[in-house]
């Protein structure tokens, strides 16, 4: 079983902190727990990592942040207590360089609140893959398209984990009030194949955030 627990905030319509936190179990067996925290620098973000493949070294590691390593915790807050972790510097996950920073978006926060906001025309979108080695940053390519619904955002994915025989895709559905009202993906990779769908249910329609900044 794979983890992934982001959290990102902006400022200005800009990418200023992403937050992610991996967990990577074999039943109950754990292979691998990662807290990843990047933060925008002049020229890309600057990272950092808290990890351990064992209780033992978590505790000598990192001691300050050790009520965070059983999986039950997953999903609950723990930036408040990361500097204490402490946390490691990571340069070889750092993003550098990109001409497009002003633009770049996190995954998660593209897919729930970004979509709802884009310019209705064809367009690549910067996402920046956070805790990612190399390839670190995909430019996603996204395809507006009315329905009786609102509008229909689609794209085909492209990443060198992905299958190249059978083409990956993700949708999103907005109405045109903002509100975003599903996404669907369809992912192939050499491990197997996925599918899902989620749909908007009991969403307060009465608050609408504005394209600004804001924590997502």
């Known amino acids: 079983m794979i983890g992934v627990g982001p959290v990102s905030s902006s400022r200005g319509g800009q990418l200023e902190n992403v937050a992610v936190n991996s967990r990577y179990l074999l039943g109950h067996r754990i292979i691998r727990q990662q807290w990843d925290k990047f933060r925008r620098a002049a020229d890309g973000m600057q990272a950092e990592r808290v990890q351990a493949k064992t209780l033992s070294d978590f505790q000598r590691q ?5 009520q ?3 999986p039950a915790t997953f999903a609950q807050p723990w930036l408040h207590d990361y500097p204490s972790a402490p946390p490691e510097r990571r340069i070889d996950l750092d993003l550098h360089g990109t001409p497009s920073l002003s633009a770049l978006r996190s995954p998660l926060a ?7 906001w884009l310019p209705q025309t064809r367009q690549d979108v910067p996402v920046f893959l ?3 080695k190399k390839d670190r940053q995909v430019e996603v390519p996204v395809a507006p398209a009315r329905s009786t619904e609102g509008i229909v955002w689609h794209t ?3 990443y060198p984990s992905l299958s190249e025989r ?4 993700a ?3 907005v109405s045109l009030d903002h509100h975003l009202l599903r996404i669907a993906f369809e992912l192939h990779t050499v491990y197997g194949s996925g599918r899902r769908e989620i749909v908007q249910q ?13 924590r997502r």
């Open 62 to 66: 990192h001691p300050g942040f050790v």
């Open 68 to 70: 965070h390593w059983d």
């Open 110 to 116: 593209l897919a729930f609140y970004w979509v709802r």
């Open 130 to 132: 956070p805790g990612f």
């Open 156 to 158: 085909v994915l492209h």
């Open 166 to 169: 059978y083409p990956s895709t």
């Open 171 to 173: 949708s999103a559905l």
């Open 202 to 214: 009991d969403c307060d329609r009465s608050a609408v955030a504005p394209a600004g900044g804001g």
